[in-house]
T-cell receptor
Framework: GAVVSQHPSWVICKSGTSVKIECRSL??????MFWYRQFPKQSLMLMATSNEGSKATYEQGVEKDKFLINHASLTLSTLTVTSAHPEDSSFYIC????????????FGPGTRLTVT | GDSVTQMEGPVTLSEEAFLTINCTYT??????LFWYVQYPGEGLQLLLK?????DKGSNKGFEATYRKETTSFHLEKGSVQVSDSAVYFC???????????FGSGTRLSIRP
């Protein structure tokens, strides 16, 4: 149980275009979902926390107009990278927690974004 | 603020060697502690966890004990295999905040 999927697993896009990444909880309802960014050989950096039906909470330094997060249902959250640039190339990972006061998060396999 | 400190890598060992990856934390309360593993090109997988002091988490031959007195959660394995080569992340989580704080990760390479 507790499986989280991401789609696509990798994507290449041209500079200036937008890319949408989906995160789904397959066998549980995810009240809270998290989006992380990971640079090569570095740790995960939390970008934002989203709760179903409400606006996402962004970490300091993360541009909310550039990284649009939507958590429209208890099983789906999306991250849209708008007007992507090469510096946005990274590994994006989502995680999901079940219920309130989660004591564990379940991670998706990640999406590798390359902007050319 | 709360933080997690891991030993820097990379760590290179021969197969069947004993492994220790040190992890210490700074926390104002009583978080749950985790070890996650990331294999090349993949996302994070939960390896083991402990939710209170003196708890021992274990999985796949790996163990870690929640030591409140030394604020540590060191990862150990008695005999490593080539397939254990990966990046290991120590982390803490407060259930009330639902926000995970990760260490910087330790890359482990096992030689045949």
């Amino acid at each position: 149980g507790a499986v989280v999927s991401q789609h696509p697993s990798w994507v290449i896009c041209k500079s200036g275009t937008s890319v949408k990444i989906e995160c789904r909880s397959l066998d549980f309802q995810a009240t809270t979902m998290f989006w992380y960014r990971q640079f090569p050989k570095q740790s995960l950096m939390l970008m934002a926390t989203s709760n179903e039906g409400s606006k996402a909470t962004y970490e300091q330094g993360v541009e909310k107009d550039k990284f649009l997060i939507n958590h429209a249902s208890l099983t789906l959250s999306t991250l849209t990278v708008t007007s992507a640039h090469p510096e946005d190339s990274s590994f994006y990972i989502c995680s999901a927690g079940e219920g309130q006061g989660v004591d564990e998060q379940y991670f998706g396999p990640g999406t590798r974004l390359t902007v050319t | 603020g709360d933080s997690v400190t891991q030993m820097e890598g990379p760590v290179t060992l021969s197969e069947e060697a004993f492994l220790t990856i040190n992890c210490t934390y700074t926390a104002t309360g009583y978080p749950s502690l985790f070890w996650y593993v990331q294999y090349p090109g993949e996302g994070l997988q939960l390896l083991l966890k402990a939710t209170k002091a003196d708890d021992k988490g274990s999985n796949k031959g790996f163990e870690a004990t929640y030591r409140k007195e030394t604020t540590s959660f060191h990862l150990e394995k008695g005999s490593v295999q080539v397939s254990d080569s990966a990046v290991y992340f120590c982390a803490l989580l407060y259930s009330s905040a639902s926000k995970i704080i990760f260490g910087s990760g330790t890359r482990l390479s096992i030689r045949p």
